[in-house]
């Protein structure tokens, strides 16, 4: 993976990222939207030994068809939240349903609900075709807590996070050097002064910021309801929290190439850098 992040040459292995699905809601095809790309919620991180780390299953976990290049997945998905445009593609990425295939899938625990009974309320019949079980391979589902955990490599924290309508969690991974932290659906305005103090926590000095950035300040009304940052609120965030590079994702499905074109450049020379994620970006993050 080559990318546009930081160019330095540390003998640290940099971590490699690929930001699989860049929008929010539902995907978003046709040509106003294709340089941006359409697909929903997904980044993928490449781990040791072929094996990857994957943070939610948008329409975008498809795009690891390309990636895995006739090879079985193997890795860990973590899901922020059980909204659909975070996990619709977890049954249609070939590599994922066959026998070889080897994932572990964990999701925010929400009582004593298992996770496989979580994925079924909306994975099963009438609804779809197959249960969570159906999925060929080895597949595994369990719930997380929050705290550090160790995943595919990775120091992995789990930090719940203002949402609308089921627990959320924001994730930050890191090999201990580089560091990157995923908070795509997080609402700062209407969080208490105690979860944003944590979601500050959480994100603190990474060196990327993933974050969601669905709504304009003139759409406060709407982000308010639906429980999202505005791109001025994931901009304040990561100035506060010293982050070094804020990617924004989970963008408004309706929002057209041209008008994110003109949000990046609305960022240019801030206090922070802002990069507006477009699917297919590949990030290289070499760490202190
Ligand atoms: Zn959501």
């Known amino acids: 993976m080559a990318g546009r992040a930081s160019p330095d040459p540390s003998p640290h292995r940099p971590v490699n990222v690929l ?28 781990a ?43 049954p249609f990425l070939p590599n994922a349903d066959r026998d070889d295939a080897e994932v572990s899938l964990l999701l925010p625990r ?13 994975m099963s019949p009438p609804h779809f075709p197959i249960d969570p079980s159906g999925l060929r391979g080895a597949w595994t589902w369990d719930t997380l807590d929050e705290g550090t955990h160790h995943v595919e490599g990775f120091e992995v924290t789990a930090g719940a996070v203002r949402h609308k309508g089921g627990r959320t969690f924001g994730f930050r991974v890191s090999d ?16 208490s002064p105690a979860e944003l103090d944590a979601a500050e926590d959480l994100v603190r000095d990474v060196d990327v910021l993933v974050h969601g950035g669905q709504f304009l300040a003139s759409e406060r009304r ?53 990069l507006v994620g477009r699917e297919g970006d590949r990030l290289v993050i070499n760490g202190a």
Do not use: K
């Open 222 to 274: 709407l982000a308010d309801a639906f429980g999202h940052a505005t791109v001025e609120d994931a901009v304040g965030l990561a100035v506060r929290a010293r982050v070094r590079q804020l990617v924004l994702v989970h963008h408004a499905p309706r929002r057209t190439d041209e008008q994110i074109d003109a949000l990046a450049a609305s960022f240019e020379g801030g206090d922070v850098e802002v």
């Open 48 to 90: 040791s030994d072929g094996r990857l780390l994957v943070l939610d299953a948008g329409s975008g976990f498809t795009r690891l068809a390309d990636e895995l290049h006739g090879y079985a997945l193997r890795g860990t998905v973590l899901l922020t939240h059980l909204h659909w445009d975070h996990w619709q593609g977890l």
């Open 19 to 46: 930001l699989c699905g860049v929008r929010g809601s539902m995907p978003a095809p046709g040509l106003a939207f294709h340089r941006v790309g359409g697909h929903t919620s997904c980044v993928a991180i490449e």
């Open 110 to 122: 929400q009582g004593d609900t298992s996770a496989h009974e979580l994925l079924a309320r909306s």
């Open 176 to 191: 201990g050097d580089a560091t990157l932290a995923y908070l795509p659906d997080h609402a700062p305005n209407t969080s």
